[in-house]
């Protein structure tokens, strides 16, 4: 298992594109989590699934934002009509459990860049 | 209110010195666990060190150990005899067993290990 996997990892793109990126959680993980990371802050929590059901999404993530996990392993987070405002690196993390004690794996991160 | 307040953006400290890192939370929750995870300018986010609320005793990794005092709320990160490849940004995050499932970060401490 080499861990969580995230592409690309970097985007490029112009303004009013549509975006997705992939996460490939670690394999027996069962949670899968969507972070955004804007340059200076740490990062924000955006969703999550358990399986395949997303049980949680931030106010953050707005209707332009849209996650899925269909057989409940790799992950996709899509985002239409980019903004600038949607620069920022993308983190992905999983977990094996619901307890407070289970560590959370992150990826690499894909970093997007809206021009 | 920020529920992770880390105070310090920035740190120099000489190579083989210890440094303390802090880290304050707020949570109401009596169940809780607080995490550290360093990031690289490569991106990534490296689990370091966990500590339960119910811990009796501080938890140590190697040459990281977390000094939790529980009353006042404050989990700082010790890192013993520094080295050049500890120069990162290093986030304190919490989980709450009765909040979302995600993690909360605070917005970091950029530590910089002089030779």
């Known amino acids: 298992d080499t861990g969580v996997s995230q592409n690309p990892r970097h985007k490029i793109t112009k303004r009013g594109q549509n975006v997705t990126f992939r996460c490939d959680p670690i394999s027996e993980h069962n949670r899968l989590y969507w972070y955004r990371q804007t340059l200076g802050q740490g990062p924000e929590f955006l969703t999550y699934?358990?399986?395949?059901?997303?049980?949680?999404k931030s106010r953050l993530l707005s209707d332009r934002f849209s996650a899925e996990r269909p057989k409940g392993s790799f992950s996709t987070l899509e985002i239409q009509r980019t903004e600038q405002g949607d620069s920022a690196m993308y983190l992905c993390?999983?977990?094996?459990?619901?307890?407070?004690?289970?560590?959370?794996?992150f990826g690499s991160g894909t970093r997007l860049t809206v021009v | 209110a920020q529920k992770i307040t880390q105070t310090q953006p920035g740190m120099f400290v000489q190579e083989k010195e210890a440094v303390t890192l802090d880290c304050t939370y707020d949570?109401?929750?009596?169940?809780?666990?607080l995490f550290w995870y360093k990031q690289p300018s490569s991106g990534e986010m490296i689990f370091l060190i966990y500590?339960?609320?119910?811990?009796?005793q501080n938890a140590t990794e190697g040459r990281y150990s977390l000094n939790f005092q529980k009353a006042r709320k404050s989990a700082n990160l010790v890192i013993s005899a520094s080295q050049l490849g500890d120069s990162a940004m290093y986030f304190c995050?919490?989980?709450?067993?009765?909040?979302?499932?995600?993690?909360?970060f605070g917005k970091g401490t950029h530590l910089i290990i002089q030779p």
């Open positions: 699934f358990q399986n395949e059901a997303q049980l949680e």
């Open positions: 949570t109401s929750d009596p169940s809780y666990g």
């Open positions: 993390a999983s977990s094996s459990g619901a307890l407070v004690d289970y560590g959370y794996t």
């Open positions: 500590q339960g609320s119910y811990d009796q």
């Open positions: 995050a919490m989980r709450e067993r009765g909040g979302a499932d995600g993690l909360t």
